[in-house]
């Protein structure tokens, strides 16, 4: 089974690496990957000579346009990358047989609904991130149509041990603050890298022979908290594991209190109850970030005043 994994350098992208399996049903797994250097997301040609040369079984898209602030600016490139590379992806696999799993996000929705959003309801991008997302979910349905060749993945809030990600940033400005603000009326789920993984490869292993429908999946850890909360959480773990001495105040602020380009979405999680057939979400957000401060804790990664 040839697998191509575009974003390899990315903490997703990492995290499916590090977790694949050398035979999936007993069939040998060929894994090529991708980083940023060698594939330009923003030109569509050399998306679709990529998948055209690979031909792959799987293509398993974690790239991603995620500056989330800066895509308000540069939204030529975000469209590009989130909308239009997964369209040209879309079309080549149509031509060579190949399966997507495409990434998506929480952003999609307007966070007005105040309970977990199941993969069906309305969607409404509050920003370009969102809107550029979105509108590549579409490209890719509209592409494939009837055809059982395209999973997309919904999750939010994704953290891990390395790459740019709230959970890192927040073990660096509890490291070199005394004092930091952090807003505490947007609702979701963290999501680490490590379960998603899990459940990547675990969603090939039961689609490889025949993907019996196309479909939307939601998934992230369990439960829902603020920004806040997790920040509470990273500080008091990183204390008990000796990774932080004397951490930062974390004081609560709400939303207009923080200057921003872009909207967010106040509550997005994300209803997973529809995915018993394919995986399911089995770790509790705080667990999963006492993982990965563990992970940091034992290659010795400390933070102290």
């Known amino acids: 089974m040839k697998v191509l994994i575009v974003g390899a350098n990315g903490q997703l992208g990492q995290a499916i690496c590090f977790y694949a399996p050398s035979k999936i049903g007993g069939e040998n797994l060929y894994i090529t990957l991708v980083n940023r250097s060698q594939l330009d997301l923003c030109s569509p040609e050399k998306c679709n000579e990529l998948v055209l040369f690979h031909r792959p079984d799987f293509l398993i898209n974690t790239a991603a346009y995620t500056n989330v602030e800066l895509a308000e600016k540069e939204i030529e490139k975000a469209t590009l990358v989130n909308t239009i590379a997964p369209k040209v992806f879309s079309k080549a696999l149509k031509i060579t047989g190949g399966k997507l799993i495409h990434f998506s996000t929480d952003y999609v929705f307007d966070g007005l609904k105040n309970q977990p959003y199941k993969p069906n309801d309305e969607k409404n991008p ?7 997302k979105s509108e590549g979910e579409d490209q890719i349905i509209k592409i494939f149509g009837s055809l059982n060749q395209y999973f997309i993945i919904r999750t939010s809030w994704l953290i891990g041990p390395f790459g740019e990600n709230f959970l890192i940033k927040m073990l660096n400005l509890l490291h070199k603050k005394d004092r930091i603000k952090v807003i505490s009326d947007q609702f979701s ?17 039961t689609i490889r022979g025949s993907c019996k429908q196309s479909q939307i999946c939601h998934f992230s850890d369990l439960g829902i908290a603020s920004w ?14 000796k990774l932080l001495s004397e951490p930062a105040f974390i004081e609560p602020i709400k939303t207009y209190e ?11 999680a994300l209803d997973l109850s529809d995915n018993k057939n394919y995986f399911q ?10 993982n990965i401060l563990k992970c940091l804790s034992e290659k010795q990664v400390i933070y102290g005043k």
């Not at 200057?259 to 967010?264: H, V």
Request: proline fraction near 5%; hydrophobic fraction near 35%.
């Open 126 to 132: 509050l920003n370009i991130y969102g809107k550029t």
């Open 189 to 205: 789920a963290p999501t680490s890298t490590t379960t998603l993984a899990n459940a990547c490869w675990s969603l090939i292993a």
């Open 228 to 241: 806040y909360d997790i920040a509470n959480c990273i500080s008091e773990y990183a204390i008990d594991l």
């Open 258 to 268: 923080y200057p921003s380009n872009a909207m967010r979405p106040r509550f997005s």
């Open 281 to 290: 979400s089995t770790v509790y957000w705080r667990h999963s970030i006492r």
